[in-house]
């Protein structure tokens, strides 16, 4: 009987260590994937910031000057078309269609 228990422990040891054994190199092993993610995160992460391609303040400036620019160009444009060729026009048709004796 003394054997009987004697195996059942050595057989319980012998899984028990392999068990952990595999729970240490699957535990290894995600340590090491999470650290090559952490590197390669951080990697890209300075060549982003190291990166210089991309638009700079000065163009950006230019860009809006011109957009403000052209838009008073327009609305002057439409202010002195409506001022002097469209209002007039109008406001005699207006005047001619009350002062109509039928």
């Given at each position: 009987?003394?054997?009987?228990?004697?195996?059942?422990?050595?057989?319980?040891?012998a899984k028990f260590s392999?068990?952990?054994?595999?729970?240490?190199?699957?535990?290894?092993?995600?340590?090491?994937?999470?650290?090559?993610?952490?590197?390669?995160?951080?990697?890209?992460?300075?060549?982003?910031?190291?990166?210089?391609?991309?638009?700079?303040?000065?163009?950006?400036?230019?860009?809006?000057?011109?957009?403000?620019?052209?838009?008073?160009?327009?609305?002057?444009?439409?202010y002195a078309l409506f001022?002097?060729?469209?209002?007039?026009?109008?406001?005699?048709?207006?005047?001619?269609m009350f002062n109509f004796?039928?």
């Open positions: 009987m003394r054997n009987f228990f004697k195996n059942i422990k050595n057989t319980v040891k392999s068990v952990k054994a595999a729970v240490c190199r699957k535990i290894s092993r995600t340590r090491a994937a999470v650290n090559a993610a952490a590197y390669r995160l951080a990697i890209r992460s300075n060549t982003m910031l190291a990166a210089t391609r991309g638009e700079n303040f000065v163009d950006s400036g230019i860009k809006i000057l011109i957009a403000v620019v052209i838009g008073a160009l327009l609305l002057g444009g439409l001022g002097d060729t469209i209002m007039p026009t109008v406001t005699q048709k207006v005047t001619d004796k039928g």
